[in-house]
């Protein structure tokens, strides 16, 4: 993805990979349809997906089908930051509990701050209102989680290997709403 030439092809690799990923916790769902956080599981990964269909976009700008499958990529992206909020509401104490505690007024403004953040930036992606600043905010937002949350959560403890897909998968998310801004920008009216 790094080269020109090869971006789209890159792209459809990534795409391909998380979708995998994605597939391997519908078991998960089926076992147990009422527990939220393998749903969650599912739309972490879909997320990953959207953006790589939105960087393959991007590296073919002038193919008119993929215009179409962008725009599913964005509202895609939209309803797995709906299920973001939804999950943080089901699980608001651990989102509390990551807040560092030296950030004002305290961790379960923020939590409820952030849960209310996804659910509007998920709802404005699919209705398609003022999507651009719903991302451009999104990306600035998980941006800030993984510099003040999760790097120092990994300085920490280091050997958690749920710290680091946790970390990873932020930044990757916030990389996500980024190429999103960049797609809604290049893309009027979209």
């Not at 391909?16 to 391997?24: H, N, R």
Request: net charge positive; with cysteine.
């Amino acid at each position: 993805m790094l080269f020109r030439k090869t971006t789209g092809l890159g792209a459809i690799i990534l795409g391909i990979v998380y979708l995998v990923f994605s597939l391997t916790f519908v078991p998960d769902i089926v076992a147990e349809p009422r527990v939220y956080a393998s749903w969650g599981n599912v739309f972490y990964q879909l997320a990953l997906v959207a953006g790589a269909v939105v960087a393959y976009g991007l590296a073919s700008p002038s193919r008119p089908k993929i215009k179409n499958l962008c725009r599913g990529a964005v509202t895609l992206f939209g309803l797995c930051n709906i299920s973001f909020a939804i999950e943080q509401v089901e699980f608001l104490a651990r989102t509390v509990s990551l807040v560092p505690p030296w950030i004002p007024p305290n961790g379960t403004f923020w939590a409820i701050a952030t849960t209310v953040a996804f659910g509007l930036a998920g709802i404005a992606l699919v209705v398609r209102y003022q999507s651009m600043l719903a991302s451009r905010l999104l990306a600035l937002m998980l941006g800030i989680f993984g510099v003040t949350i999760w790097i120092p959560i990994l300085i920490a403890q280091p050997k958690t290997h749920s710290n680091w897909s946790e970390g990873i998968e932020t930044f990757a998310i916030a990389g996500v709403a980024w190429l999103v801004a960049e797609l809604l920008g290049h893309e009027t009216p979209f």
